[in-house]
């Protein structure tokens, strides 16, 4: 073997470390965020507006909305978040039990992890948008991106309505209506409603995901072929949206604690936050697209 022929060997065994140390960072980012402290952190639930509140912990969102039939929850969260959330209704005055439906912003375990318990504590009916069905039957198994990581997985829940792009939820004189906004998962789900508050009317957008995760590879996937034209497709939606009330499934997507403190001090409904949709969208679309470019560009090199 020549020396030049050496040199190339050797050249491949670096690649071939770079990239297993790459995956190996990847992973140990992914466990470090599945082990947030603010997730588990309790977090004063709260009125947003109307008959919207706010039940979730300090980092991961989850939503109450009540009607004189029952009410409807988004987000079980994590399985250790269920006791928190039941704690935070019962705080506001509602009953647990009287829960009747289960909807979720996608299937990962911190915000659908706790389904199966919150469905055998209420009987509430669990929808899930159709290309995340599998994911949440499967306990997390079948997802992408980390159906082989045991960390990620959660107890299997049946979905009893599969929900497709534009469908209505309704109950008790409300109605959400779920966008189809994917890429974060195969079917992440952005809801929409509308709100009653002081005599007006407002539009609310609870934003699914639009972030892509640390290890998401956006070129030459093979169990996910089309997530960099579905991210393309999740923008476009998102932008086209009719937004008042800005809120999404963690509390940073909308500057939770800010505005929290705000309504604390008699703000009138600081949620009303149309600029900073924009700007989070804006924000969210130009770090696709970047990291679009750089994984294609490394592609090609």
Partial sequence: MTILNMRDEWRKVWVMLAVAFAAIFAMSGTLRAQNSPDWTEPFPPFRIAGNLYYVGSKGLASYLITTPQGHILINSD??????????????????????????????????????????????????????????????????????????????PTNVDRVLHDGDEVKLGGVTLVARLTPGHTKGCT?????????????????????NVNEGYKLVMNSSYPDIASDYKRTFKVLKSLPVDIFLGAHGDYFDLQTKYARLKEGAITPFI?????????????????????????ALQY
Avoid: C
Avoid at 101 to 106: A, G, K, T, V, W
Avoid at 273 to 289: C, L, M, N, T, V
């Fill in 78 to 155: 994590l399985e250790a978040s269920v006791p928190l959330i039941r704690a935070s209704v019962e705080k506001l005055g509602f009953k647990f039990s009287d829960i009747r439906i289960l909807l979720i912003s996608h299937a990962h375990w911190d915000h659908d992890g706790g389904s199966a318990a919150i469905k055998g504590l209420t009987g509430a009916t669990y929808m899930v948008m159709d290309a995340d069905v599998s994911v949440v039957e499967s306990g997390g198994k079948t997802d992408f991106q980390y159906g082989n990581q045991p960390a990620s997985l959660y107890p």
């Fill in 190 to 210: 952005t809801w929409t409603m509308k709100v009653e508050a002081a005599g007006k009317t407002y539009d609310v957008v609870i934003v699914g995901s639009p």
């Fill in 273 to 297: 936050d149309p600029a900073g949709y924009k700007r989070y969208i804006a924000d969210r679309e130009e770090a696709f697209r970047t990291e679009l470019a750089k994984q294609k560009a």
